[in-house]
């Protein structure tokens, strides 16, 4: 059974300091993504890794992709208050075209100013 | 292009009660799948439909069930509720071909049982 584990859970930081969100699973995968959630807003998707050694930037958030290791990081840079939200990554897998997502627990970041 | 869209947005209930949620993908595309989110298991998947047929299914009992029609659009159905299946329940929609299967989700439907 595939499982995704994030850490930390919980992340405190001040504005201005970079920091790494780390997603580790358990078998192989066909996709990453890394979704955004706002408090009681629904999942906003940020990146999709396809192949080893992808990498992806969106302003302050970079996402990267090391298959062999089984591991994707969300790097935050120079950190914002807009930034605080929980942060999910997602493993895709494929069974006969179909998807489905399994979601690591999450890491709630909270930016102080 | 309209998002994914979920009708209602909030629900309360009572114990029993069996109650049904509506999805409306992304026009053009063709599969939905469905997530419950709560506090102590995260996000779960639920189903997935595609060509108004079930293609993939998450560990939930039987209580849990979906249909899609033929625009695409689905509907998924709670029988018997218990308080644990107070969640967020989202869907979300893609094209699934090929090279893209990437996922959008709607706004959510909130569902309290009491």
């Known amino acids: 059974e595939l499982k995704v584990e994030q850490n930390p859970l919980f992340l405190s930081m001040q504005e201005g300091k970079n920091y790494t969100i780390y997603c580790n699973y358990s078998?192989?995968?066909?996709?990453l993504y890394w979704y955004r959630q706002d408090p009681g807003k629904s999942l906003e998707s940020l990146f999709v890794?396809?192949?080893?050694?992808a990498v992806k930037q969106e302003g302050r958030l970079m996402a990267s992709l090391d298959t062999k290791a089984r591991l994707s990081t969300l790097h935050i840079t120079a950190a914002v208050h807009d930034l605080s939200a929980t942060y999910f990554c997602?493993?895709?897998?494929?069974?006969?075209?179909?998807?489905?997502?399994?979601f690591g627990t999450g890491t709630r970041l909270t930016i102080i100013p | 292009k309209a998002g994914v869209t979920q009708t209602p947005r909030y629900l309360i209930k009572t114990r029993g009660q069996q109650v049904t949620l509506s999805c409306s993908p992304i026009?053009?595309?063709?599969?939905v799948s469905w997530y419950q989110q709560t506090p102590g298991q995260g996000l779960q998947f639920l189903f997935e439909?595609?060509?108004?047929?079930?293609?993939n299914k998450g560990n939930f009992p039987g209580r849990f069930s979906g249909r899609q029609f033929s625009n695409s659009r689905s509907e998924m159905n709670v029988s018997t509720l218990e308080l644990g299946d107070s969640a967020l329940y989202l869907c979300?929609?893609?094209?699934?071909?090929?090279?893209?299967?990437?996922?959008?989700f709607g706004p959510g439907t909130r569902l309290t049982v009491t």
């Open positions: 979300a929609s893609s094209w699934r071909e090929r090279t893209n299967y990437e996922q959008y």
């Open positions: 078998t192989t995968s066909d996709r």
């Open positions: 890794l396809l192949s080893n050694g």
């Open positions: 997602a493993v895709g897998k494929s069974n006969f075209g179909n998807e489905k997502l399994t």
């Open positions: 026009s053009g595309h063709r599969s």
């Open positions: 439909y595609f060509s108004e047929t079930q293609r």
